[in-house]
């Protein structure tokens, strides 16, 4: 097949993109260029590649029409997500230990001081409860 300029410009911005996502190299002598590129664009997760296969498409007068998938996965994402953030909020990694956010730090008791009334102020330093 011969293509125009404008398609050339098309298939090498979705060069880099095919690749990385699905690991296939477009080349444009391949005569299943298209065909490949209507089921990739099906399959594909980024919506840039998904616009710009129709735009092709379009341009080769060839009929393809994607549905559309991204409202679909949204409400079904949402739920997990919201149990994920729920979690990390009261749970989280920092340097290989867990700490915990919403509960209130352990009372830290001075061995050294003999005035328990006087309040002792705690900075963090790196994710550690610092006394001063």
Known sequence: MVYSPEMVALLQQLRSRI???FGVKIRLVDPDLLPSLGQMGHKSRDPFTRKTIVKVMDMAE???????KAPQRVPAQAPGSQQASN????????????????????PQHSAGSGNMNSPVKKQMYRGQVVNK
Do not use: F, Q, V
Request: charged letters at 40%; proline letters at 10%.
């Open 19 to 21: 690749h990385a996502e």
């Open 62 to 68: 060839i009929p393809y029409k994607l549905e559309d």
């Open 87 to 106: 979690s990390e909020g009261r749970e989280m990694t920092y340097r290989g230990t867990k700490i915990y956010r919403d509960k209130p730090l352990p």
